[in-house]
């Protein structure tokens, strides 16, 4: 079997967990013996059986939404001759969806969001996302199968695209490869960052956007003891706006406490490990977060996790056992916004504060939560889900 995969995101270029799923779904994938093809955005790759593929010189001045579709009409005569088209992300979809009728093969989508529940990105993108949530929900809609990353997934993508059949909505969870993610002891990295092994630290990793919650993260540890250490691992920031915000709230940060650390470069690996095993605790404070692999790369480095209880996150953190759950009331117009502001930055201080305040219950909860992601949440097991489906829309389609 053949399958191409397309995706915006590859190896080197990756920054956030679409990409990162990508990588290891291939290269479980051809473990298994299929013939993956990678069609991928950007520079031409030295991987065999990958290609990448640059914005056409034409529309170098077009809106990034344009140039999003020039790319992928550069990758859809090159596929032909697959037996199944997968994409990833808006960014890919329109390829997969135009592959599939121009060479008559099924188009499978993997939605690691979506953008009915990303309504801020009209900042980012302006008349761009009217392009962007059509070229997705065509897509979506005319796809042989739709892979959600958790049940609470699902639930959204089937809100947000009421006219999809439920049954060609599958789930098949995100994974981890705990070999390569696995706690680090490494005191000279975290010299090197100014962080204090000795002291407690909350420790933040993810993009500067709306979803990701961070300047109520910033709100909260503003409430918690002066001793604790924020450590941030943020960069890419989506809009200028956003980046100002956050930069004013580590600022009144700074002004009142010492020990915050903004990290704003992509660590390597072994690096973010460390600092991941360091922390008494991770923190996931996303208001709009279909799995939340970052989580899990937490959780495999044996840190207890303190996630919002939304989205896929409830699926992966078990209150009470991997780490705690922080209640959040959202509006239900795509945003995610608390409806209650104060309500959650509080209950996240709060919550926050009771798991650093037990740093023995902090490392039990950081040991069952490795133990639950070598044994849920596999890459083994999720590209034998994912070839299976595979399978069955290329037989459905001959």
């Not at 049954?167 to 100014?194: C, M, T």
């Not at 956007?209 to 961070?214: A, F, N, S, W, Y």
């Not at 941030?232 to 930069?247: K, S, Y």
């Amino acid at each position: 079997m053949r399958v191409d995969i397309v995706t915006k995101e590859y190896p080197p270029a990756i920054y956030g967990g679409a990409g990162v799923h990508v990588a290891e779904l291939v290269r479980s994938l051809r473990n298994t013996g299929t013939g993956v093809r990678v069609r991928a955005f950007g520079e031409p790759r030295q991987e065999d059986g990958t290609t990448g593929y640059a914005v056409p010189a034409d529309l170098a001045d077009a809106n990034p939404a344009i140039q999003t579709l020039g790319v992928d009409l550069a990758m859809v005569t090159d596929m032909a001759g697959t037996d199944v088209v997968h994409s990833h992300t808006w960014y890919a979809n329109f390829a997969g969806h135009i592959a599939s009728l121009l060479h008559g093969v099924p188009h499978v989508v993997t939605a690691h969001s979506l953008e009915p529940m990303r309504p801020w990105k009209a900042e980012q993108l302006g008349g761009g996302y009217a392009v962007s949530s059509y070229i997705e929900k065509t897509a979506y809609e005319h796809a042989a199968a739709v892979i959600a990353v958790s049940g609470g997934m699902r639930e959204d993508i089937l809100r947000s695209y009421p006219t999809l059949n439920p049954e060609k909505v599958h789930v098949i969870y995100n994974g981890i490869d705990v070999e390569q993610w696995h706690p680090v002891d490494d005191a000279s990295v975290l010299e090197r960052f100014g962080i204090d092994p000795a002291r407690r630290s909350v420790v933040f990793v993810g993009r500067i956007t709306r979803q990701k919650g961070l300047p109520y993260l910033l709100r909260a540890v503003a409430l918690l003891p002066d001793d604790v250490q924020i450590v941030l691992c943020a960069g890419a920031p989506d809009t200028p706006e956003i980046m100002q915000e956050v930069r004013g709230l580590v600022a009144d940060l700074r002004a009142t406490r010492d020990g915050v650390v903004w990290i704003e470069e992509m660590l390597p690996r072994r690096e973010l490990s460390a600092i991941l095993t360091s922390a008494t605790t991770f923190v996931c404070p996303s208001i709009y977060e279909p799995l939340g692999i970052v989580n899990l790369e937490a959780m495999a480095c044996g840190a207890a996790v303190v996630g919002t209880a939304t989205g896929g996150i409830p699926e992966v953190v078990v209150d009470g056992v991997t780490g705690r759950l922080v209640p959040i009331e959202q509006a239900t117009d795509g945003t995610g916004t608390p409806l209650q502001p104060d309500v959650f930055v509080a209950d996240l201080a709060r919550v926050l504060a009771e798991v650093l305040a037990d740093e023995e219950q902090a490392r039990v909860y950081g040991e069952a939560g490795r133990k639950r992601a070598t044994e849920d949440f596999s890459w083994e097991q999720i590209a034998a889900q994912t070839r299976a489906l595979y399978e069955k829309v290329a037989a459905a389609s001959r």
